[in-house]
């Protein structure tokens, strides 16, 4: 399996791709990252790619595998990655 690209190969190829300085592709990164976390809660989209969406979960039972003890698992907000279907598409291939 290959391994992940880093914040500096994204940088270098976006700079690469667009014609812009590697500082310019690392600061529009950082920059486009600042918004993601500032409007997650009202859900934030990146076209073609996917949304982060902030989800409320039950409260709900669950067992602790070392002892089988039901513990109560307490509500919670978290956040989620909904790819769109343009991203599935691209990376799986239409059925």
Not at 4 to 9: F, I, V
Not at 27 to 44: G, M, R, V
Not at 47 to 52: F, S
Not at 74 to 84: I, L, N, T, Y
Request: proline share 3%; aromatic share 4%; no cysteine.
């Amino acid at each position: 399996m290959a391994k992940a690209l880093t914040k500096s190969q994204i940088a270098a190829s976006i700079a690469e791709g667009v014609g812009i300085t590697k500082k310019q592709a690392v600061a529009t990164l950082e920059q486009i990252t600042e918004l993601a976390y500032k409007h997650a809660k009202n859900s934030f989209t990146l076209p073609g790619l996917g949304k982060l969406v902030l989800v409320n979960r039950k409260a709900r039972q669950g067992r602790n595998p070392a002892t089988g003890e039901v513990i109560q698992i307490p509500a919670k907000k978290v956040v989620k990655f909904r790819v769109a279907k343009a991203a599935k598409d691209a990376i799986l291939g239409k059925k």
